[in-house]
């Protein structure tokens, strides 16, 4: 067990619709990334924030949208939901930007029917 | 941006041999070179990681090695036991105390045959 969670493990929704997926870092840790598993992108990073500011941004798409709360929680948005989106999001958090080591959470399993 | 290449996307060994699984990078900034094994309906774990003032790191039976003029670096699994069998991916980052995120591989799915 990692330290991270990730809620929920699995979600179906219909094209169109808003979603919202929700990571607690490990205790102490300050940084949250985001990142999507598809089979054909693989592993790609999201977003990044740092003790409730955002920090770097990868390859996130401008229907997206992510925030860090005080509790150091963290929520990602994905709205205007397409078929393309369904994908393994995962949330991984460090104890500062610049640590080097991630640790992941078991990962949100979104599915856009 | 960083550019990594991963090979081969799946490897097929016979439980006790070794595996080896080879990484490139485009970035010469990176400094920072994990490996994380994902099995099934489970999220990446870290299993070693090696920086860029080390050639080479070991721990048991993995061992990543790293050759910075060539930008490669290799993921060396001995012994190879069932339990290795799942998906491995390589990553690198310039850690420089700045933010941004890792950029990963491809993956290779290790199957270890009994």
């Known amino acids: 067990d990692s330290g991270v969670t990730q809620t929920p493990k699995h979600l179906i929704t219909a094209t169109g619709q808003r979603v919202t997926l929700r990571c607690s870092p490990r205790s102490g840790d300050l940084s949250v990334y985001w990142y999507q598993q598809s089979l054909d992108q693989g592993l790609q990073f999201l977003i990044q924030y740092y003790n409730g500011e955002e920090r770097a941004k990868g390859n996130i798409l401008e229907r997206f949208s992510a925030q860090q709360f005080p509790d150091l929680h963290s929520e990602l948005n994905l709205s205007s939901l397409e078929l393309g989106d369904s994908a393994l999001y995962f949330c991984a958090s460090s104890p500062t930007p610049g640590s080097t080591e991630a640790f992941f959470g078991q990962g949100t399993r979104l599915t856009v029917v | 941006g960083e550019n990594v290449e991963q090979h081969p996307s799946t490897l097929s060994v016979q439980e006790g041999d070794s595996a080896v699984i080879k990484c490139t990078y485009s970035?010469?900034?990176?400094?920072?070179f994990p490996w994380y094994k994902q099995e099934l309906g489970k999220g990446p774990q870290l299993i070693i990681d090696?920086?860029?003032?080390?050639g080479e790191k070991k721990d048991q039976r993995i061992a990543v090695t790293l050759n910075k003029t060539a930008k490669h670096f290799s993921l060396h699994i001995t012994e190879t036991q069932p339990e290795d069998s799942a998906v491995y991916f390589c990553a690198a980052i310039f850690s420089g105390g700045g933010a941004d995120g890792l950029t990963f591989g491809k993956g290779t799915h290790l199957i270890i045959q009994p």
């Open positions: 970035d010469s900034a990176s400094n920072y």
């Open positions: 090696i920086r860029s003032n080390v």
